[in-house]
């Protein structure tokens, strides 16, 4: 059965069946119901994503002593209350930890669990508990946003980025309101939306926001990225990155009382990373390819995070002029891309192997496009 014959049967599109059977999209009882009875599956299917939702929502339960997902829709005040809203919150980090160490992909199925018992629950939960499940509900989406734009689903990135707003806004949860502004703001990078990158990021930096220190960090990062993007003089871009260095400086030396949500890990090393960044925008890649590796030289990234900048870092040296380090450099790069399923990955070293054209013919250019073809 073709996967649009399937999707007909079961009254949905032929791109969620495809994310059903790849795993990047949990079922929904409905859906499930359906597809199990097109495809003849006697209840199994069913039975799969009932217990899948179950462990979701009480991961430490028994399976066994738990009401069936029907009845938990059905009746979602009577079960969601604060502790569950807790258990959600526990997912959502392992669901980060995943994504760290095996790509989107992995961290999928399980975030989209949970952002379906937020949607399905919110409606009919406790009063005290619904704005304790929308906070959640933000921070699932943003995360989901960013899971999506990593693969390079800017659109559906751009769905949940939404959903984050309108959830933080209902939980009056400013401080996640201002950081969904910053992902939007880099969203608009993926998207070369230069001026946008901009706005958003001033926006993001607006006092209302009451941000952590850790998190005005990287809107002023951001700032200075805008800045070099739409072609900014050099000091200003330099203002913007020294005013993220006094906030950095901030956090460390305990001189931060915030204690709003989101807590950003943002760290002296992610500010390297995207500072060579700014100096790519504002064309001194061989600075940025510099501090790339100043980085990349430590232990501190993710495999996932380690094939993103390797392969920034080749796309300096590109530009720089330095074509053979660049292609072994992202040779190395594609490696980690294809053990990690990251997309954003491999787009920025399509951008590297067109940096590379002048030198196709040479062996190290030659070698990398063929790995990434691969």
Request: charged share 25%; with cysteine.
């Amino acid at each position: 059965m073709s996967l649009r014959e399937l999707a007909s049967l079961a009254h949905c599109s032929k791109s969620h069946i495809a994310d059903l059977e790849t795993g990047r999209r949990f079922p929904s009882m409905p859906v499930a119901m359906a597809v199990d009875k097109a495809l003849g599956a006697n209840g199994e299917l069913v039975a799969l994503a009932d217990r899948g939702q179950r462990a979701v929502v009480w991961p430490a339960a028994s399976l066994d002593a738990l009401p069936p997902v029907k009845a938990i829709l059905a009746d979602p005040r009577r079960f969601i209350d604060g502790d569950a809203v807790k258990e959600l919150r526990v997912q959502l980090e392992a669901s980060k930890a995943d994504d760290g160490a095996l790509g989107p992909s992995a961290a999928l199925p399980r975030v989209h669990a949970l952002l379906a018992a937020v949607q399905h629950s919110v409606r009919e939960v406790q009063p005290q508990v619904r704005r304790r499940l929308l906070a959640v509900g933000a921070e699932a989406a943003e995360f989901v946003g960013w899971l999506y734009r990593d693969l390079g689903d800017l659109s559906t990135a751009t769905y949940w980025y939404d959903r984050a707003i309108e959830w933080a806004q209902e939980a009056d949860d400013g401080p996640m309101q201002g950081y969904v502004l910053l992902r939007k703001s880099q969203l608009a990078y993926d998207r070369r939306d230069a001026l946008k990158v901009l706005t958003l990021a001033e926006a993001a930096g607006l006092e209302r926001w009451q941000l952590p220190a850790q998190v005005r960090v990287e809107v002023a990062q951001q700032q200075a990225r805008g800045y070099a993007m739409v072609g900014e003089p050099m000091n200003r871009v330099d203002r913007a990155l020294d005013q993220a260095l006094q906030w950095l400086d901030e956090f460390e030396n305990g001189r931060d009382n915030s204690e709003t949500q989101p807590s950003s890990k943002y760290s002296r090393a992610d500010l390297t990373l995207r500072t060579a960044s700014c100096y790519i925008e504002a064309g001194q890649p061989a600075r940025a390819a510099g501090l790339y590796q100043e980085v990349l030289q430590g232990k501190s990234l993710s495999r996932r995070d380690q094939g993103y900048f390797l392969a920034r870092r080749a796309f300096s040296l590109a530009l720089a002029g330095q074509p053979d380090e660049a292609a072994t450099v992202g040779v190395v790069s594609v490696r980690l891309a294809n053990a990690t399923s990251s997309l954003r990955t491999k787009r920025e070293l399509g951008r590297l192997v067109r940096a590379l054209r002048p030198w196709a013919a040479r062996p190290g250019p030659r070698e990398l496009g063929e790995a990434l073809r691969a």
